[in-house]
């Protein structure tokens, strides 16, 4: 008889290696699984974040807008015939309008797209409605009877309440403006002489803030949601790949290393900016402020990169507009490029 044996004694590497690759996919979906989960918990922390700024918002510019539009109904109850003071009202209305569109500048970075977009276009709208009100009744106003009686003349000696009004409606705008960035402050304020840092982790996807700084160097290495800076004096900022906006304001003195989707840049003086910004990069009041590329470099930059969204083969760190400048064959000569030569690269202590 025939006996057909097996060999059970053969080496078991091929059945091994096997079982390797079936444990290593296992792990490696199990990962992703956990990243999926963890991307999805922080999108809707984020969302119901940006749900509460939303409504903070709103409420502000909502009355803003309210009253704006109860002063553009009052125009046609003006019964001056004096043309210099009808324009004097449109001019303030004007006033107003920038006061409120100062607002969404600044907010901006903590709004969702679409209450962004919805108020921008709602704003759009009532400046159309101011010129279009304006041109209606200053030429009627502008050549009425100056003999006719008013109906409600002036008292003499009245004090204007113009300079009152628009001082009030900054006040508002101020006080909406700082209780948004109260409720979101995250980062460092009223600090002198101090080496400040936070960790990748810290700063993971998060709104900065920065205030009230002097004579520090900022080092934020990772990937930030957006940067707020706003009174700074002799100060290094050091920050990473930042997924959306930057918003700089009030500054002397400082340095600032950064790229992000756009950057706003109001009131400072004697500043170098080293940018990389795929979007709009805007200066405003400004005065001798320095741009240069981006020029960062540390272990995981390619990773915060990547985390951020950023293109890196975009960068319109040269193309800064100055919105007070209105000269568009010259270069506003409130900016500089920073010569190669006197270009800072190393930044980091090592």
């Not at 999805?40 to 903070?56: G, K, S």
């Not at 043309?83 to 004097?88: R, T, V």
């Amino acid at each position: 008889m025939n006996v057909i044996t097996v060999d059970t004694t053969a080496p078991p590497a091929e059945g091994a290696e096997v079982g390797e690759r079936l444990l290593s996919r296992m792990q490696e979906r199990t990962q992703q699984r956990e990243q999926r989960s963890q991307q999805r918990r922080e999108q809707l922390t984020n969302r119901n974040a940006e749900q509460e700024n939303d409504d903070a918002f709103l409420a502000s510019f909502t009355e803003m807008k309210n009253k704006l539009e109860d002063d553009m109904k009052n125009a046609d109850q003006l019964t001056t015939t004096d043309s210099q003071e009808i324009a004097g009202y449109f001019e303030k209305l004007t006033q107003d309008h920038g006061l409120i569109q100062q607002f969404l500048n600044e907010s901006s970075m903590f709004l969702s797209l679409f209450v962004l977009k919805r108020s921008q276009e709602t704003l759009a709208g009532l400046d159309s409605e101011i010129k279009s009100k304006m041109n209606e009744l200053v030429p009627k106003k502008r050549f009425g009877f100056k003999g006719k009686t008013q109906r409600n003349p002036k008292p003499a000696n009245t004090v204007t309440t113009t300079d009152v009004t628009d001082s009030a409606y900054e006040s508002q705008r101020n006080d909406a403006f700082e209780k948004l960035l109260q409720k979101n402050f995250y980062g460092f304020k009223d600090r002198s002489g101090e080496e400040l840092t936070l960790t990748a982790a810290d700063i993971h996807n998060r709104q900065l803030n920065l205030t009230n700084l002097t004579d520090c160097t900022v080092t934020l290495l990772g990937n930030p949601g957006s940067i707020q800076a706003a009174s700074l004096t002799n100060c290094t900022v050091i920050i990473g790949p930042t997924s959306r906006s930057a918003f700089i304001k009030n500054c002397r003195d400082c340095r600032f290393v950064l790229a992000c989707q756009q950057v706003r840049i109001h009131d400072t003086n004697d500043s170098k900016f080293y940018l990389h910004v795929t979007g709009a990069a805007i200066i405003e009041s400004c005065s001798n402020v320095g741009f240069a590329p981006y020029n960062l470099v540390y272990d995981n930059l390619d990773e915060h990169y990547v985390s951020s969204g950023l293109d890196r083969d975009k960068n319109n760190w040269n193309n800064v507009d100055d919105f007070k400048w209105l000269n568009s064959e010259e270069k506003s000569p409130n900016m500089y490029t920073i010569s190669e030569c006197e270009r800072q690269s190393q930044w980091l202590v090592t």
